[in-house]
T-cell receptor, first 114, second 113 residues
Framework: GAGVSQSPSNKVTEKGKDVELRCDPISGHTALYWYRQSLGQGLEFLIYFQGNSAPDKSGLPSDRFSAERTGGSVSTLTIQRTQQEDSAVYLC????????????FGPGTRLLVL | LAKTTQPISMDSYEGQEVNITCSHNNIATNDYITWYQQFPSQGPRFIIQGYKTKVTNEVASLFIPADRKSSTLSLPRVSLSDTAVYYCLVGDMGSGGYNKLIFGAGTRLAVHP
């Protein structure tokens, strides 16, 4: 596609439910990143994919968070047993080749946990 | 990644030039300086990147002194649509790794009529 797309754009869920967030990177981009932005805060790195592998998961805040990428394209970020502190905007970015290049961000998914 | 310090907020008026300075005292030899712009309800957008001296593109200019311990993003003749948060990032773009971007709080620029 022309840019990075994410779905859903907004998600409201109840505490304890699982949620799945989707990212479609720019076609041909092998590097994919997930970030989280809490209200009024800067972006926090979560995980990095190169192809289908995730060599850096160091930013995932707990074992309730997981992510996968299939076919070197679409990625899903799953949050199990959501908590109120998980409420944030989840942003996906992709870049070409090794990942050293400019990252292009999607519009984000706004998650609200009630 | 080197820690950066930039003003929390700035105000300007349409048509003025805006300069946002970022301090990165412990920048490493291989580190590049990158600026991103973020509008409300959108993801960050790459503006400009440089290593030393001056870089200019169709959007902005980036001035980097010889010691590289600071950098200044210059936006010529701002308009209301330039109201956004501007992030300064410093990191290694040259090694065989990847870019785990570390964003600070950014500078919130408000452009007034």
């Amino acid at each position: 596609g022309a840019g990075v797309s994410q779905s859903p754009s907004n998600k409201v869920t109840e505490k304890g439910k699982d949620v799945e967030l989707r990212c479609d990177p720019i076609s041909g981009h092998t590097a994919l990143y997930w970030y989280r932005q809490s209200l009024g805060q800067g972006l926090e790195f979560l995980i990095y994919f190169q192809g289908n592998s995730a060599p850096d998961k160091s930013g995932l805040p707990s074992d309730r968070f997981s992510a996968e990428r299939t076919g070197g394209s679409v990625s899903t970020l799953t949050i199990q047993r959501t908590q109120q502190e998980d409420s944030a905007v989840y942003l996906c970015a992709s870049s070409s080749l090794s990942g050293k290049e400019t990252q292009y961000f999607g519009p984000g998914t706004r998650l609200l946990v009630l | 990644l080197a820690k950066t310090t930039q003003p929390i907020s700035m105000d300007s008026y349409e048509g003025q030039e805006v300069n946002i300075t970022c301090s990165h005292n412990n920048i490493a030899t291989n580190d590049y300086i990158t600026w991103y712009q973020q509008f409300p309800s959108q993801g960050p957008r790459f503006i400009i990147q440089g290593y030393k001296t001056k870089v200019t593109n169709e959007v902005a200019s980036l001035f980097i002194p010889a010691d590289r311990k600071s950098s200044t993003l210059s936006l010529p003749r701002v308009s209301l649509s330039d109201t956004a948060v501007y992030y300064c990032l410093v990191g290694d773009m040259g090694s065989g790794g990847y870019n785990k971007l570390i964003f600070g709080a950014g500078t919130r620029l408000a452009v007034h009529p």
